[in-house]
C-alpha cells in the first residue's frame, strides 16, 4: 500500500499543477476586464501577515499569486522557528490562526490561498516543471498549525457546497481537499478521519465522490480499519454512492474478512445496479476473492450476472451494422455505443484479473463445469471460457475439455454460440486467433458433436467478425481441407458451402485462398471434390464475373487436365467438376430475379458454354462404361438436387436421353439371336401382351457381347458399324431419364411408365441342380447377370415408388418381390463363386478396383464370429455399452438379436451367412432413395423395407453407395421419416399384436412349440428395427433447434393421437406424456433383450425433452426393473442369452432412474444374489431371472460403480458447522448465521448420517461376495471401485463425521466398526493379489494401501479434534487371504509396513471401529478402466 501511494502522489501532483495552471489562465483572462489592476501586496499589522512576510510569503490581494521569495522548506523552518520561539507559544498559534480565519473572509484571498504560490529567487526555474505548494498545504505541513488548520478548512468548507455551478469557475471545495492528500505526516488522524466522515455525510453528491475516491491519498494506514467500516455504513445507507466506495476499499488495508463481508453486500445489489458502474464493483468483487472462496464467489457471480440483456441484441445489430458502414451516429446509437464501451471495459477488468490470478480463472472454469441443466447456461458463460483461452496459456487443455463434455451432454449448443457472438463480437474479435485455435482444435476431434460445433465456430466468426478475421477463417479452412483428414476435410467444405450462401460477397474477396485447393485434389475423395467445385463455381460464376474471371480460367484448365486423363481417378475429378460447374451456369434464375426476362432467363452465349462443355464431358468419357456411368449418375444427381434453366434441360431431354431407347430398348417379338451360353428369354414381365409390340429391356444379349469383346471373341447381334453400349450404364442412364422427364412433366412419368412392367431377355435363373455342373466362368457371369437386373429392379422402384395409382403401386410391390426373389437366387451362386466380381453400382468411387470379401474370407469371418461369440458365452462383457450401440448400428447385416436361443437357432444360422454374404458385396448394388420408405404406407410390413440396403443404419463402407443421401439435409431427411410415422405406429402396434396373440395361444409361453420360427425372427426384427428408428429419429439433436420444434410437434401429435383423437392445439408438454404412455405400452410384448433395450432408450429419449420428467423418471426405473426380472427365451445349452453390454446398459439406466440407489442395490446384492448362490449351477435369481453366474460379473460392476458414483455426490456436510466455528473464532463468512437455523444443521447431518450408514452397508454387503464369486473380473472391480469408494469415504463422509461425533457417538462408531471390516477385507485382496502374481491385479495394490493409510491417519485427527486422541491404537495387521487364512510366506517386518490398523474405542461403550486409509483419486485409475476391463470376461 506504501508503494502504492508513492506512485500516485506524482500524478497528484501533476492534477494540482494542471489546477494551478487553470486557475492562472482564468485570472488573467479576468483582469482585463476590471477596471482596477488588483495586483498590490496585502499591508496589515496582523500577526499572520506579518509573520508570512518575515518567513518568506508576500501575500497579494486580489486574483493576483501569492509570492514566494524562498525555498518551501526554509519557509516552513522559519515559520515554525517564529512560532514555536515567540514568547506566548503556544498561545501565538491560536492569534496566528484567527489571522488566517480573518484573512480568508475575502474570497480572493481565500482562492489564493489555495492555489499554488509564486516564486521569486529563479525566474527561470518558475517556469520549468518544479512545483510550488499553495499556502494552506505549507500551512499544514508545519505540525503545530496542522490540526487548527484543518479544523479551519473544515468549517470554511460548508460555505462553498453550493457554489461554483459554473464549471469554468475555481471549484473552491476540491480545492481545498486537494490540500489535504500526501501530507507528509498527519498529526491526529484519527480526528483528521472523524471530520472527514462527517463532512462526507452532509456534503452534497459531487463532493461527496470527490472526497471518498481521495481518502487513500489523505489518511494513513492506521485510519484504513476505521474508515472502511465507515464506508460500510455508508454503503448500506446511499447506493448511489457505492462506485466510488468500492473503489476506495479495493484500495484500501482492510481485514479480509470484512472485505468478504462487504463483498457479499455487493453480490446482493449486482442484478440491481446500472450498467455503467459494473467494471467498478466487478473490478471490487474479484480483488476480495481467495482462493478458499474463489469457486462460490465466482458460482454467485456469474448466476447473478447476465449482460446479454444489458445491451438488447436487437439494438446491438443496429450498432452492429452502423459501426460496419461508418453511418452517422444518432442519439440512440451513442447511447449503444457507451452500453457497449461499458461492457467491453468490464471485460477489461475481468481480463485483467484472470491473467494475474490463477485462481480466480480456475474457479470460473470450475463453476461453468458445475452446471448441469442445459437451461442455466448462459452466454456470459462461453464468453468467459473464450476470454481465459485467450488469455491463459496453462488452461487451455482444461477448458477444451470441459468443453466438449458440455457439447457431448447438449448443454452448449448452437443457438447458445451463436448469441454469444453476436451479442459480444465487439469484445470476442481481438481474440480471433484464440478462436479459431479452439476451432482447429475442436475439428481434431473424433466426437461428430464436437465437430459440428467447431464448425459453427468458424462459420458465426465469419459472420460477426470484420474482414481480416474474415480471411483468417478462410486460411484456416483451407488448411483443413488439404490435411488429407476426412473428417476434417468434410467439416471444412460443409462451412465453405455455408458461408458462400451466407456472405457471397465477403467470401469472393477470400476466392483466391480458396482456389488453392485445387492443387490438392489427389486427397480428397469425390464427394469432397463435388463440395468443392460447388463452391468454386457459384464463385467464379457469380454476378461479380470480372472479378472472378481468373477463377473460371483456372477451373476451365483443371477440369480439361483431368478429362484427359486415362486414370479413372483423375477423369472422375474431371466429370465431377465438369457436371458441377454446369449446373451452376446453367443454374435457372428466374425464380431470384425481379427484373426483366432476358436477365432472368439463360442467354445463348450461356446456353452454348453448358452444352459444350456437356460435350466435352460426354466424349471424353463415352469409351469408359464406368466413366460414362458416372456422368450419367452427377447429371441425375445435379438435374435432382438442382433447378436446371429450361433450355438446358431440354437440350438433355434431346441430346442424352433419347439415346435410352436405342441402346437399352428391343421389341419384345424379336428374339435376340446368337452363340448365347444359356437361352434367351423374356422374363419378369408384369403384363401379358396379347400381340408382340411390347418393349423388353435387353440386358443378357448386351451382357454377353460385353464379355466377348473383353475376351477378344466375335460380336454377336450387333451390326458392324453399330457402337457397343455396356449394360453397366443401364441403370445409371435410367436413372438420369428418369429425373429428367421427372422435371419437364412436373412429376408425370406417363412417358416412361412402360418400363415398369416391361420384361428383360434373361435366362433361367434358378440354377436347380445344374450349379454344381456350371463352370466357373459361367456361375461368374450368372452374377453379373443378377446383379444388373437386381440395380435394374432398383432404379425401377426408386422411380416409381411414389405412384399413387393403386394399379402402379401393385407393381412397385411386385417389383420389390422379385427383388427379394433375386437376392435368394444370388445367395446361392455366391456361396459357390467365391472369386466372382460382380459389375460396380455405384462409380463415385477412388479406383475400380472394388472387389469383395472372397467367399474364403467370409467363411472364416463367419467361423471368427462364431468363435467370438462362443468366448463371449464363456466369460463376461469385453466391450463398454458405447461401443456395443455402435456395434449394433453398423451390424444391420445381422438382424437378428444376438443369443435369440434354440427358437430361432437354425434359421439364424443360414439368414445370418446370407446376409453377410451380401453385405460383402454392398457395393455393387444401386442405392434406393429415401423415397421407397413411402412403400410403407401400404400397409404391409416387409422385413426386405427393414433390413436390405435401405440404409436404415449406416452399413458398410461410409464412402460407398450413400451418394445420394448425402445430397441431402439431415434435417430433410428427419422429415421423410417423419412422414411415416403414421405407417409405422400401425406397423408397430401390428407386431405388438401378433406377440400378444402369441403369447396367449402358448400360455405366455413364447418359444412353445407352436411358434413358427421364421415367422417369429422376421417379426422380431422388424419389431427391434422399428424400435431403432424411432430412437434414432427422436434422439436426433436438430430436434432441439427452434427452427426444428414444429417438427418434433407434428411428430408428437402422431403418437398421442394414436391413444385420444380429435384434440388439438394441445401444448407440447401434454403431447409428450401422452407420447411417453402411448409407446410404455409396448413393453408387453416385447420379445427380446435387445428390443427391450431400444423401447428404455426410447422413452427416456422422450424423457428429456420434457420438462417434469419426475414422474416418468420413475417409470422408466419401473419398467427398467421389470424387464431385468422378466424370464428372456433362451437356448437350454446356453449359458447366457443376454449380451453383457445390454444388460450393463439396461441395469445403469435401472439405477439411474430409481429414487432410491442404495435400496435397490441392497435388494439385488441382498435378495438376488443369495438367491443365486442357493440355486443349482445353471439357474437364476427366483427375483430377478437375469443375474445368473455368468452375468453376475456384469451386476456387480455397475453396482459398485453406482454405488461409489451415489456417494461422491453428497456433500461434506461441515459447511454449516465450520462456518459456524469459523465466523466465532473471527475467520470468515459471518453473514452465514442469519441463513440456515442450527436446528436444521443438525436435522441435515443427520439425514446425512444416516444415508452414510446406508451406503457402507450396502458396501459391505458386495465386498464380502469376492468369498463366493472370485473371479479375476469380479476381483478387478472389486479392486478398482473399492479404492473409489474409500476415497470418497475420506472427502465426503469424514468431514461429516468430524462434527457428528459427539452428539451421535454411537452411530459413528458403529459405522466405522463396519467399514473397518471391510477395509480389512480389501487388505486381504491386495494379499491375494501378490499370491497369485496377478498383474492386472496387482497394479491396484499400490493406490489402494496408500488409501487405507490415509484413512488411518484421517480417522485420528477425527479423534484428536474430539479429544478423543486416547482411543486410537495402532496394531499390526497379519496378511490373509480372502479366506482368511494367514499369508506366512511373507516376513512380518513388511506387512508392518504395508498395512496398519486403527481401533476406536469408545469411552461409554464397548463399540469400536478401526480404519484402512486412501489417498486422492487419480487420474490414472480411471484411464485404467477400459484396458483392466477389457480382460474382465476372460475368466
Known amino acids: 500500500m506504501v508503494s502504492k501511494r508513492r506512485l500516485s502522489k506524482s500524478e497528484d501532483k501533476d492534477n494540482l499543477t494542471e489546477d494551478a495552471s487553470k486557475t492562472r489562465n482564468q485570472s488573467l483572462s479576468k483582469k482585463t476586464k476590471k477596471s482596477q489592476v488588483l495586483n498590490e501586496v496585502e499591508e496589515n499589522d496582523s500577526i499572520f501577515v506579518n509573520f508570512l512576510k518575515t518567513s518568506g510569503i508576500i501575500l497579494k490581494t486580489g486574483e493576483s499569486q501569492n509570492q514566494l521569495a524562498v525555498d518551501q522548506i526554509a519557509f516552513q523552518k522559519k515559520l515554525f522557528q517564529t512560532l514555536r520561539r515567540h514568547p506566548s507559544y503556544p498561545k501565538i498559534i491560536e492569534e496566528f490562526v484567527n489571522g488566517l480565519e480573518s484573512y480568508i473572509e475575502d474570497e480572493d484571498s481565500f482562492r489564493n490561498c489555495l492555489l499554488s504560490c509564486e516564486r521569486l529567487q529563479d525566474e527561470e526555474a518558475s517556469m520549468g516543471a518544479s512545483y510550488s505548494k499553495s499556502l494552506i498545504r505549507l500551512l499544514l505541513g508545519i505540525d503545530i498549525l496542522q490540526p487548527a488548520i484543518i479544523k479551519t478548512l473544515f468549517e470554511k468548507l460548508p460555505e462553498y457546497f453550493f457554489d461554483n455551478k459554473n464549471s469554468e469557475e475555481v471549484n473552491i471545495p476540491r480545492l481545498i481537499v486537494s490540500q489535504l492528500k500526501w501530507l507528509d505526516r498527519v498529526v491526529d488522524g484519527k480526528d483528521l478521519t472523524t471530520k472527514i466522515m462527517q463532512l462526507i455525510t452532509v456534503a452534497p453528491e459531487y463532493l461527496q465522490h470527490d472526497i471518498i475516491t481521495s481518502l487513500p491519498e489523505i489518511l494513513g494506514d492506521f485510519q484504513h480499519a476505521d474508515v472502511g467500516k465507515e464506508l460500510s455504513d455508508l454503503l448500506i445507507e446511499n447506493t448511489s454512492l457505492t462506485v466510488p466506495i468500492l473503489d476506495v476499499l479495493s484500495s484500501l488495508r482492510l481485514d479480509p474478512n470484512f472485505l468478504v463481508k462487504i463483498r457479499q453486500l455487493v453480490m446482493d445489489k449486482l442484478s440491481s445496479i446500472r450498467l455503467e458502474d459494473l467494471p467498478v464493483i466487478i473490478k471490487f468483487i474479484l480483488h476480495s476473492v481467495t482462493a478458499v472462496d474463489a469457486l462460490e464467489v465466482i458460482s454467485e457471480l456469474r448466476e447473478k450476472l447476465d449482460l446479454q440483456h444489458c445491451v438488447l441484441p436487437s439494438r446491438l445489430q443496429a450498432s452492429q451494422v452502423k459501426l460496419k458502414s461508418k453511418g452517422r451516429a444518432s442519439s440512440s446509437g451513442n447511447q449503444e455505443g457507451s452500453g457497449q464501451s461499458c461492457i467491453i471495459l468490464l471485460f477489461d477488468v475481468i481480463k485483467s484479473a484472470i491473467r494475474y490470478e490463477k485462481t480466480i480463472s480456475e474457479a470460473w472454469i470450475k463453476a461453468i463445469e458445475n452446471i448441469a441443466s442445459v437451461s442455466e447456461h448462459k452466454v456470459f458463460d462461453l464468453v468467459m471460457l473464450f476470454i481465459i483461452y485467450s488469455t491463459n496459456t496453462q488452461t487451455k487443455k482444461y477448458i477444451e475439455r470441459v468443453l466438449r463434455n458440455k457439447i457431448r451432454s447438449g448443454c452448449i449448443q448452437e ?22 485455435s479452439l476451432a482447429q482444435s475442436l475439428l481434431h476431434s473424433l466426437d461428430q458433436s464436437i465437430i459440428s460445433f467447431g464448425s459453427l465456430l468458424y462459420k458465426y466468426a465469419f459472420k460477426f467478425f470484420d474482414t481480416y478475421c474474415q480471411q483468417e477463417v478462410v486460411g484456416a479452412l483451407v488448411t483443413h481441407i488439404c490435411s488429407g483428414n476426412e473428417a476434417e476435410v468434410d467439416t471444412a467444405l460443409d462451412v465453405l458451402l455455408e458461408l458462400v450462401v451466407l456472405n457471397p460477397s465477403a467470401m469472393m474477396m477470400n476466392a483466391v485462398f480458396v482456389k488453392g485447393i485445387l492443387d490438392y485434389l489427389d486427397n480428397i475423395s469425390p464427394q469432397q471434390i463435388r463440395k468443392l467445385f460447388y463452391v468454386l463455381s457459384t464463385l467464379a460464376f457469380s454476378k461479380q464475373n470480372e472479378a472472378s474471371s481468373h477463377i473460371q480460367d483456372d477451373m476451365h484448365l483443371v477440369i480439361r487436365k483431368q478429362l484427359s486423363s486415362t486414370i479413372f481417378k483423375y477423369k472422375l475429378i474431371g466429370i465431377i467438376g465438369a457436371v458441377t460447374m454446369a449446373g451452376i451456369m446453367a443454374a435457372d434464375r428466374s425464380g431470384s430475379s425481379s427484373s426483366t426476362q432476358e436477365r432472368a432467363s439463360l442467354s445463348d452465349e450461356q446456353c452454348t ?79 401379358e401382351y396379347e400381340t408382340q409390340d411390347g418393349i423388353a429391356i435387353n440386358l443378357l444379349p448386351l451382357l454377353f457381347s460385353q464379355e466377348f469383346a473383353k475376351d477378344g471373341g466375335p460380336v454377336t447381334s450387333q451390326e458392324s458399324g453399330q457402337k457397343l453400349v ?58 453379373s447377370l443378377i446383379f444388373l437386373t437386381l440395380n435394374w429392379f432398383r432404379e425401377i422402384v426408386n422411380a416409381f415408388c411414389q405412384e399413387r395409382s393403386p394399379e402402379m403401386k401393385g407393381k412397385v410391390l411386385t417389383r420389390l418381390k422379385h427383388i427379394v426373389e433375386l437376392q435368394i437366387i444370388l445367395e446361392k451362386y455366391l456361396a459357390v463363386t467365391p472369386d466372382c466380381v460382380p459389375p460396380l453400382g455405384n462409380f463415385d468411387v477412388e479406383t475400380l478396383d472394388t472387389t469383395p470379401h472372397t467367399g474364403a474370407a467370409v467363411s472364416a469371418k463367419i467361423r471368427k464370429k462364431g468363435k467370438i461369440e462362443r468366448k463371449q458365452k464363456a466369460g463376461g462383457s469385453k466391450t463398454s455399452s458405447s461401443d456395443t450401440f455402435s456395434e449394433e448400428k453398423n451390424a444391420e447385416c445381422d438382424p437378428t438379436p444376438l443369443h435369440r436361443g434354440q427358437l430361432n437357432k437354425e434359421f439364424t444360422g443360414k439368414e445370418e451367412k446370407s446376409s453377410l454374404l451380401l453385405h460383402n458385396y454392398h457395393a455393387f448394388f444401386r442405392e434406393l432413395d429415401i423415397e421407397v420408405f413411402s412403400i410403407l404406407h401400404c400397409g404391409l410390413v416387409t422385413k426386405f423395407i427393414l433390413d436390405t440396403e435401405m440404409h436404415t443404419e449406416n452399413k458398410g463402407s461410409r464412402n460407398i453407395g450413400f451418394s445420394h443421401l448425402r445430397l441431402r439435409s439431415a434435417q430433410e431427411i428427419v422429415c421423410c421419416v417423419f412422414q411415416l410415422l403414421t405407417p409405422m ?18 400360455h405366455d409361453v413364447v418359444d412353445g412349440s407352436g411358434v413358427k420360427v421364421s415367422e417369429y425372427h422376421i417379426m422380431s426384427s422388424c419389431y427391434q428395427r422399428l424400435l431403432q428408428i424411432f430412437h434414432g429419429l427422436f434422439a436426433w439433436s436438430g430436434l432441439s433447434q427452434p427452427e426444428n420444434q414444429s417438427l418434433l410437434y407434428s411428430a408428437l401429435c402422431v403418437l398421442s393421437s394414436r391413444l385420444k383423437q380429435g384434440e388439438h392445439n394441445q401444448p407440447l408438454e401434454a403431447l409428450l406424456s401422452q407420447s411417453f404412455h402411448y409407446l410404455q405400452n409396448f413393453h408387453q410384448s416385447i420379445p427380446n433383450f435387445q428390443c427391450a433395450l431400444y423401447l428404455i432408450r426410447l422413452l427416456m429419449v422422450i424423457l428429456e425433452k420434457s420438462t417434469a420428467s419426475t414422474q416418468n423418471k420413475e417409470k422408466i426405473a419401473s419398467l427398467a426393473r421389470q424387464f431385468l426380472c422378466r424370464v428372456w427365451p433362451s437356448g437350454e445349452k446356453e449359458k447366457s442369452h443376454i449380451s453383457n453390454d445390454q444388460l450393463h446398459a439396461l441395469l445403469c439406466i435401472y439405477l439411474e432412474h430409481t429414487d432410491s440407489v442404495l435400496k435397490a442395490i441392497e435388494e439385488i446384492a441382498g435378495v438376488g444374489v443369495p438367491e443365486l448362490i442357493n440355486s443349482p449351477k445353471d439357474a437364476s435369481s427366483s427375483t430377478f431371472p437375469t443375474l445368473t453366474r455368468h452375468t453376475f460379473v456384469v451386476f456387480f460392476r455397475v453396482m459398485m460403480a453406482e454405488l461409489e458414483k451415489t456417494v461422491k455426490k453428497i456433500e461434506p456436510g461441515t459447511a454449516a458447522d465450520s462456518q459456524q466455528l469459523e465466523v466465532r473464532n473471527g475467520l470468515s463468512f459471518p453473514w452465514l448465521l442469519f441463513i440456515l437455523p442450527p436446528a436444521n444443521w443438525h436435522e441435515i447431518h443427520e439425514k446425512k448420517l444416516l444415508y452414510w450408514n446406508m451406503a457402507v452397508r450396502d458396501f459391505s454387503i458386495l465386498i464380502n461376495l469376492i468369498k463366493v464369486f472370485d473371479s479375476h473380473p469380479v476381483l478387478h472391480v472389486c479392486l478398482k471401485y473399492g479404492r473409489l469408494f474409500v476415497e470418497a469415504f475420506l472427502k465426503q463422509c469424514m468431514p461429516l463425521l468430524d462434527f457428528s461425533f459427539r452428539k451421535h457417538r454411537e452411530d459413528v462408531l458403529s459405522l466405522l466398526e463396519t467399514f473397518q471390516l471391510d477395509t480389512r477385507l480389501l487388505h486381504h485382496l491386495c494379499g491375494h493379489s501378490k499370491i497369485h502374481q496377478d498383474t492386472r491385479l496387482t497394479q491396484h495394490v499400490p493406490l489402494l494401501k496408500k488409501t487405507l493409510e490415509l484413512l488411518v491417519c484421517r480417522v485420528k485427527a477425527m479423534l484428536t479434534l474430539n479429544n478423543c486422541r486416547e482411543a486410537f491404537w495402532l496394531g499390526n495387521l497379519k496378511n490373509r487371504d480372502l479366506q482368511g487364512e494367514e499369508i506366512i510366506s511373507q516376513n512380518s517386518q513388511e506387512s508392518t509396513a504395508d498395512e496398519s490398523e486403527d481401533e476406536v474405542s469408545s469411552q461409554v461403550s464397548k463399540s469400536k471401529a478401526t480404519e484402512d486409509g486412501e489417498e486422492e483419486e487419480l487420474s490414472a485409475g480411471e484411464e485404467e478402466q477400459d484396458s483392466d476391463e477389457s480382460s474382465d470376461d476372460s475368466d
Not at 739 to 763: A, K, M, Y
Open 415 to 436: 443457438q447458445l454460440l451463436q448469441s454469444t457472438l453476436c451479442v459480444h463480437y465487439l469484445v470476442l474479435k481481438d481474440m480471433c486467433s484464440s478462436i479459431l
Open 609 to 687: 458454354q453448358v452444352t459444350s462443355l456437356l460435350q466435352l464431358v460426354h466424349s471424353c468419357s463415352e469409351q469408359s462404361p464406368q466413366a460414362s456411368a458416372l456422368y450419367y449418375d452427377e447429371f441425375a444427381n445435379l438435374i435432382q438436387r438442382e433447378k436446371l434453366d429450361p433450355k438446358a434441360l431440354e437440350w438433355v431431354g434431346h441430346t442424352i436421353c433419347n439415346d435410352f431407347q436405342d441402346a437399352f430398348v428391343v421389341d419384345i417379338c424379336v428374339v435376340p439371336e446368337g452363340d448365347f451360353p444359356f437361352p434367351v428369354k423374356a422374363l419378369y414381365g408384369l403384363e
Open 985 to 1002: 405406429c400401425n406397423h408397430l402396434e401390428n407386431i405388438h399384436n401378433y406377440f400378444q396373440c402369441l403369447a396367449a395361444e402358448n
Open 726 to 783: 455396356s449394360p453397366l450404364c443401364l441403370a445409371p442412364y435410367f436413372r438420369l431419364l428418369r429425373l429428367c422427364v421427372e422435371r419437364q412433366h412436373n412429376g408425370n412419368l406417363e412417358e416412361i411408365d412402360g418400363l415398369l412392367d416391361c420384361p428383360i431377355f434373361l435366362t433361367d435363373l434358378e440354377p436347380g441342380e445344374r450349379l454344381e455342373s456350371m463352370s466357373s466362368k459361367e456361375r461368374s457371369f450368372m452374377c
